[in-house]
């Protein structure tokens, strides 16, 4: 699904990620753990090119999304992304925070779709009989793209538990919730990866475990993650791959088994030492 070529990527002549190469196949459960500041959030946020790679590629379902001439926003849709800091629309209910994208991409679609059927209605007046071309039939309007993202974004909020609150403002929620909130708003998308950014890190303690029990839920429903994190428990049981990232390179990547009881990089063994 991706493969990261010799990714790079530097901060003012600061090299922060000095040539990255990993494979990301479907349904893989992904963790990059590693000390602060070694370039994993900037990794996670060149993957979907919210910085901007200096060089390398970013090869996602076969397009090169780190190629500047490529409409990232297009893929970007396939790409969903979990922030520490949740990033809700504070002027926005819990509702209306998870229906926003797929409103906004879908009714894009439609007016686009409308005005190609436009051009091609005046193309049409223009030639013969037998020149014209038949008109794409649209199927659907902007209150059912919004019916149906409504309908989708309550199945969702039931799912986690949440449908009581579709009508609160995120200032009311736990940060929990919160979290809980901006994972399903990605979902909506219907995304092929969710990039998780060290998402309970924000959180009180006693508020990981329920953001901790929906991404296992994902797991096992077959959604391929890269998930930035310091919690070793959660990916040792979850993870079925984890790099271990240093100085900006992959200094180990191994399953969970074998990246924790058999470490081989000294970096790595120096690490877990002080984190387990």
């Given at each position: 699904m991706i493969d990261v070529i010799d990714l790079k990527k530097s901060f003012h002549g600061v090299e922060v990620l000095k040539g990255i190469n990993v494979t990301i196949d479907k349904g893989d459960i992904v963790v990059v753990i590693g000390p602060s500041g070694s370039g994993k959030s900037t990794f996670l946020r060149c993957l979907n090119c919210m910085e901007d790679p200096t060089s390398g590629s970013v090869i996602f379902n076969g397009v090169d999304i780190a190629d500047m001439r490529v409409d990232i926003n297009i893929h970007r849709r396939h790409m969903g992304m979990v922030f520490q800091h949740f990033n809700l629309f504070n002027n926005k209910t819990v509702l209306e925070n998870i229906m926003l994208a797929p409103v906004y991409t879908r009714t894009q679609e439609l007016n686009r779709q409308r005005r190609k059927n436009m051009r091609q209605?005046?193309?049409?007046?223009?030639v013969p009989e037998g020149k014209k071309?038949?008109?794409?039939?649209i199927e659907t309007?902007?209150?059912?793209?919004?019916d149906e993202a409504r309908e989708d974004a309550l199945r969702l909020l039931r799912r986690i538990g949440m449908e009581d609150k579709a009508d609160a403002y995120p200032s009311t929620l736990s940060g929990g919730q919160k979290q809980r909130v901006a994972i399903v708003r990605s979902l909506a998308m219907n995304p092929d990866v969710i990039l998780f950014d060290e998402p309970t890190s924000a959180l009180d303690p006693e508020m990981v475990g329920e953001v901790l029990d929906l991404m296992k839920a994902l797991a096992r429903d077959g959604m391929t993650m890269i998930i930035v994190t310091h919690e070793m428990g959660f990916a040792r049981e979850v993870a079925n791959r984890i790099l271990f990232i240093?100085?900006?390179?992959?200094k180990e990547s191994a399953p969970p088994e074998e990246f924790f009881?058999?470490?081989?990089n000294p970096r790595l063994k120096e690490f877990l030492s002080k984190v387990l």
């Open positions: 209605k005046l193309y049409n007046l223009f071309k038949e008109l794409a039939p309007t902007k209150a059912q793209i919004k240093d100085e900006g390179v992959i009881t058999h470490p081989k």
